[in-house]
Every structure is written in C-alpha cells, then in structure tokens.
C-alpha cells in the first residue's frame, strides 16, 4: 500500500494538524522533522514512497532529484505554487501534481509584529527584564512616518491597508508596478531611489526570481536614512546577505527584521544570529495552527481524491 512522506515538518505538526485516519486502508504516513537537502541523501529517503507532502520550498525538488524517484505516483505541496519543485519533470514522469489553499493574512500579521518589535525593541526589552533589568532604550513610534512597500501585490496590499490605522504614509514601488494598481490600493507611487530614501520602514513583498534576486544592495541600503529600518518577509535571496549586514553592523541603518534567508535553516553560526539590531524569526509568517489545518487537512483530502482517481487542485502546467 502507498507511503506517504511528510516532509519537514519541524514542529512535528502534521499529525495532529488533520485527520489522516480518513486515508484508505493501508496508506501509511510518515514524518520526517528534519531538513534534508542533499540530493543523494534525499533520493535515498524517498525511494520506497509513492506519495510525498512538502511544505513550501523548505526541501528543494529540481530535476536531478525528481528524476531519480521512479516510484513517486502523487506529489503535493502547501500552497498552489512552489519555485523550488520541477512540476515539469514530475508530470513528465507521470507523477500528479497538486497543492493547496494558503491563508493570506498570516504573513502580514508577522509583517507588522516585526515592524513594531523592531521599532520598540521588543526582543531588546523582553532580554532586559528576563535579566532583572529595566528600561535600557528608547523606540519609534510609528505615526507620521513613511511606510515603502518593494511590492504591492496581495500582501504588500494587505499590509498597505493596515498601516493608515498607525498614522502612516505609505509610498511603493516595485518593476512592474503601475498607477492604476497604487490607486486601487490608497498608496503613492514613487521610484525605488526615492522609496528608499523617503520610508522609515522598508517592507519587501516580492516573489524571489532572477529579477527579484539581489534586488535590494548595497545601493539601496545605502540611500535609506540612518534611522529607517528594514522588514523582510518576502524571500531571503532579495536583499544581499553581506551588504544587509555591512549595513547593519556599520550604522548605514538603524535595524531590521527578517523571517526568511538565503540558507534554510540558518546555520547555527551564521553572522544574523549575532547582530544586535537585526531582529529574527525562523520563517513562521505562514506557521500557524489555521494555517497548518489547512495544509495539511487538504493534503488529506489529495490523497483521498487521487485515491479515488479524481485529484484535486492539481498544479497547472
């Protein structure tokens, strides 16, 4: 009968986060907690499944992993796209493609909890007091500041709607974005330069791709004041690593806060865990108990319908 591998499912949540008794007779699902990327290591893991779970790009599936997969019958991430799968591959190989739905509003709630606990040096603060001590430094406020937006699509709009409630102006740019898009949303529309200048909180909501990457620099850092902040929630690999801390570590900026990174998981000596001013959180903007019901629950309800030669919300060519 089937096996199913879930993989990294670091919180050991998957389990518990759906009903996986409803699988027919025989489907067995098993739980891996780790992260493992090495291509031979990982082809050897997954030979004897059929079916595999991945969280979004967690575990990368190019083509010379996917290749090597003969027995693989049904492949399902968390969300209806994944940059770090070769879908083309796997339906060339036979292999059903499906996803699932995302909740929208999680991301942006850890949006603003780094915005405001960068500002108000919460992490800072929170340390002080677990060390017997009291108040050590001063924060931002946030009204009558600027927030800029590097993206306005879904989420950069969900969290351009927020920040009027804080007294914000909120400015954006990104490539393609148009007036039409900025008017929609309530918010001006400004060249990056200028965004980069005028915003005392950088928040970026792009999709990583060879146009995004590097996207924010040296350059870029260095035209923001020296009191702004930068947030993002985004992809790692859409700010330079070395110029992000240059900039931190040199006084370019005040602080930031990141949720995602070039290396996933960060490696436990990596310089981000050891800048004062950069606050950290380990890619948890979509890491919630509603989001995982709906992750995993839909996984179930794959694997049912595939089962039943009826798959559901299959992954488009």
């Known amino acids: 009968m089937p096996k199913i591998a879930i993989l990294d499912d670091y919180a050991n949540a998957a389990l518990s986060s759906a009903d996986w008794s409803n699988l027919p007779d025989g489907f067995e699902p098993v739980v891996f907690t780790d992260n493992l990327v090495e291509h031979d ?90 060390d017997g001590g009291w108040q050590a430094r001063t924060g931002q406020g946030l009204e009558g500041k600027t927030l800029g ?54 928040s970026i909501h792009m999709v990583l791709s060879d146009r995004s990457r590097g996207l924010v620099g040296a350059t870029e850092l260095g035209w923001m004041k020296p009191t702004a902040v930068l947030v993002n929630t985004s992809r790692g690999p859409i700010v330079t690593e070395a110029a992000l801390i240059a900039a931190l570590t040199g006084g370019t900026i005040r602080a930031a806060a990141v949720d995602v990174y070039d290396v996933e998981p960060l490696p436990a000596d990596h310089p981000y865990r050891r800048i004062e001013n950069l606050l950290t959180t380990p890619h948890v903007g979509y890491v919630t108990e509603e989001s995982y019901r709906v992750f995993y629950g839909q996984m179930v309800e794959n694997i049912i319908a595939w089962a039943a030669g009826a798959p559901v919300r299959e992954i488009a060519a």
Request: proline share 4%; aromatic share 6%.
């Open 41 to 130: 290591g990982l082809v050897a893991r997954l030979q004897e499944f059929e079916i595999v779970c991945a969280m979004r790009e967690r575990t990368p599936f190019p083509t010379g992993v996917v290749s090597r997969l003969p027995n693989l019958k049904l492949f399902i991430t968390s969300g209806m796209r994944n940059n770090a799968v070769d879908f083309t591959t796997l339906r060339a190989n036979g292999v059903v493609c499906c996803g699932t739905e995302s909740p929208g509003g999680t991301t942006t709630e850890l949006t603003w909890a780094l915005i405001l606990g960068v500002m108000r040096n919460v992490a800072f603060d929170h340390r002080t007091m677990k």
């Open 149 to 202: 937006l590097v993206g306005l699509g879904r989420l950069g709009g969900m969290v351009a709607a927020i920040a009027p409630h804080f007294g914000m102006n909120v400015i954006a740019w990104s490539p393609n974005l148009t007036q039409e898009r900025c008017d929609e949303a309530g918010v001006e529309k400004v060249t990056k330069e200028a965004l980069f200048r005028r915003a005392d909180v950088v």
